[in-house]
């Protein structure tokens, strides 16, 4: 397979189906899709099984960065792509995000423009500026990228101790490894806004912080 997709999942019955139905609704066919489940206690595994031509592994709860690492191993793809599972695609978004990193090989990671949207029921949060919900924009987070499986065997995997911001971590080091990474100018992620977001949980800015102190002490210890 060209493109692995990677899908974590805990108890995502609520959304599940509509983001697989968009991994599965992209124009790029040689896709490989691997969801880990995460010990999910709801009807999560039940939708994953009626997608035939989807690898489900199951796990007991370990967190999301174990989870994705876990796809990570059974990964066969040349590129590699995450997909939360409260969030959507857009039909052609790997298509277009391959083509680039064919046509720019010094590239290891291309992301997109993403699109924040309400789940129908959430009020807009006060962490989420309206101008977010308006107007799309630039945002590396793992949904919004393609990454060349190169890039992650030089970076190595994602940081189990950190349960929130993992792929922040991951970011930090793949930039300290010199990696480059680019746009592709299109709107090609749907984040979903709902309670169940995490984005400004106080775990998660204490996580942030300790990853850039780690990432200063690398820095600091390269340059002595």
Not at 14 to 20: R, T, W
Not at 101 to 114: A, E, F, N
Not at 120 to 141: C, I, Y
Not at 181 to 187: G, K, L, P
């Amino acid at each position: 397979m060209s493109v692995s997709v990677i899908i974590p999942v805990y108890n995502g019955e609520a959304f599940l189906e509509q983001a697989l139905d968009s991994v599965f609704a992209q124009r790029c066919p040689d896709l490989e899709v691997i969801v880990v489940d995460d010990g999910s206690v709801d009807g999560s595994c039940d939708i994953v099984k009626r997608y035939q031509q989807i690898t489900l592994v199951s796990q007991a709860n370990r967190g999301v960065a174990a989870a994705r690492n876990v796809g990570l191993q059974h990964a066969t793809g040349l590129f590699l792509s995450f997909l939360d599972q409260d969030d959507l695609w857009q039909p052609q978004k790997i298509e277009q995000q391959l083509h680039y990193l064919r046509d720019h090989p010094q590239v290891g990671i291309v992301s997109c423009h993403t699109e924040f949207f309400l789940d129908g029921v959430t009020h807009k949060p006060d962490w989420l500026r309206q101008e977010r919900l308006a107007q799309a924009g630039k945002n590396f987070s793992l949904g919004s990228c393609l990454i060349r499986r190169a890039t992650f065997e030089s970076v190595g995997y994602f940081d189990e101790r950190y349960r929130m911001a993992s792929d922040h971590d991951w970011f930090v080091r793949a930039i300290e490894n010199g990696w480059a990474r680019n746009h592709v100018d299109a709107v090609l992620l749907r984040r979903r806004v709902h309670e169940g977001n995490h984005s400004q949980d106080p775990q998660s800015v204490r996580e942030m912080l300790a990853i850039h102190r780690a990432s200063i002490k690398r820095k600091q210890a390269v340059t002595i």
